[in-house]
């Protein structure tokens, strides 16, 4: 259980990194192209589910 917590903050911190380099690389081009969009819904996607999954991780240890 320990593990999948392990997985889930590094996936997190992963992804805030990359939200943040997106975010000081895009800065000069407000349009971004639908790829670009869908890579960032997706990485939200992930974070979000890796949140869920972490969540669900620890409170099934404490329980």
Do not use: R
């Not at 593990?3 to 939200?19: D, E």
């Not at 943040?20 to 990485?43: M, R, V």
Request: overall charge negative; proline content about 2%; charged content about 10%.
């Amino acid at each position: 259980m320990n593990i999948i917590f392990v997985i889930g903050v590094l996936l997190v911190f992963q992804t805030f990194q990359s939200a943040e380099t997106n975010k000081s690389n895009g800065s000069n081009n407000a349009t971004q192209s639908p790829w670009d969009q869908f890579h960032t819904w997706l990485n939200l996607i992930c974070t979000i589910f890796s949140l869920w999954e972490t969540i669900k991780g620890i409170l099934s240890s404490w329980w």
